[in-house]
């Protein structure tokens, strides 16, 4: 049962393509890093699999197609490229991370729709009792529980990232969407936020769903790759993509334009 699967998904904005037939399907488990230039298409497409964006094609979630998957939207976690928060919002860490817990009527029929599916849901927080426990736990998956007394506003940009990933997983998401998480974070705030990452995929066992410039970081810690500018190039193996020079060009010269285009 394959927990994601887009078919030939198209998304036109006032006649210009933004997506053109894009297709390809996440295994569970899997780390798919989504590669491309500015304005590829990466952040259309996330908005079109949780439900924000029309489209024309199929896209799938643990089998349940379209609309139908929708009771399935709040089990997927889902961190923006930009952390929309005001500073001064006077929440506290936990208060943040506990903002991502769930009344049990709203899992309900996404918990049956799984279920239906015959997909064992892997709850590492909702095991623990308490929601004051489920958030320290998830704050320590991210290596922030010492701070979860913090106000939002005293934590730097890369913890504040991580306070998010934590309000994503303390619902235990069945599926993890990542959009450019690190965007103008420095690299060893960028190294821990990875570090997080894999424990996620490998510990949790939760599939994640990552787009990136990073290719280091993608070589490193995805297990497949999906490269696009509007349209697919390539889908498959991390090693089939990084051993394949052809592929590397095009993804260098057409971030270089884009990077151009914007310029």
């Known amino acids: 049962m394959k927990p994601l699967q887009v078919s030939n ?5 006032n006649g210009t393509t933004a997506i053109d037939k894009v297709s390809f399907d996440v295994d569970s488990g ?11 298409g990466k952040t259309t497409l996330f908005r079109a699999i949780l439900g924000l964006q029309n489209y024309s094609g199929v896209i799938k979630m643990f089998g349940y197609e379209d609309k139908k998957y929708h009771p399935l939207l709040p089990l997927i976690g889902y961190v923006s490229q930009k952390v929309n928060f005001e500073p001064n919002f006077p929440a ?43 958030v320290i736990e998830a704050l320590k998956t991210v290596n922030l529980e010492s701070y979860h007394d913090k106000r939002i506003g005293e934590i730097s940009g890369g913890q504040l990232q991580r306070v998010f990933i934590a309000k994503a997983l303390v619902k235990d998401p069945v599926l993890l969407i990542l959009d450019e998480p690190v965007t103008g974070v420095d690299v060893e705030t960028q190294n821990k936020f990875y570090n997080v990452i894999k424990k996620i995929n490998e510990e949790n066992k939760i599939t994640i769903v990552w787009s990136s410039h990073d290719l280091e970081a ?46």
């Open 9 to 13: 998904v198209t998304i036109s904005y």
């Open 30 to 40: 899997d780390l798919l890093g989504i590669v491309g230039p500015n304005g590829a």
């Open 92 to 134: 506290t860490v936990s208060e943040v991370v506990a903002m991502g817990l769930l009344p049990e009527k709203e899992l309900k029929k996404g918990s049956k729709l799984l279920q239906d599916a015959g997909y064992t849901w892997n709850q590492v927080y909702k095991k623990l009792d308490k929601d004051h426990s489920k």
């Open 218 to 263: 993608i070589a490193k810690l995805a297990n497949r790759v999906a490269c696009m500018n509007r349209e697919l190039f390539f889908h498959g193996q991390k090693e089939e993509f990084f051993s394949n020079e052809d592929l590397l060009k095009t993804y260098t010269e057409s971030a270089m334009q884009m990077h151009m285009h914007h310029h």
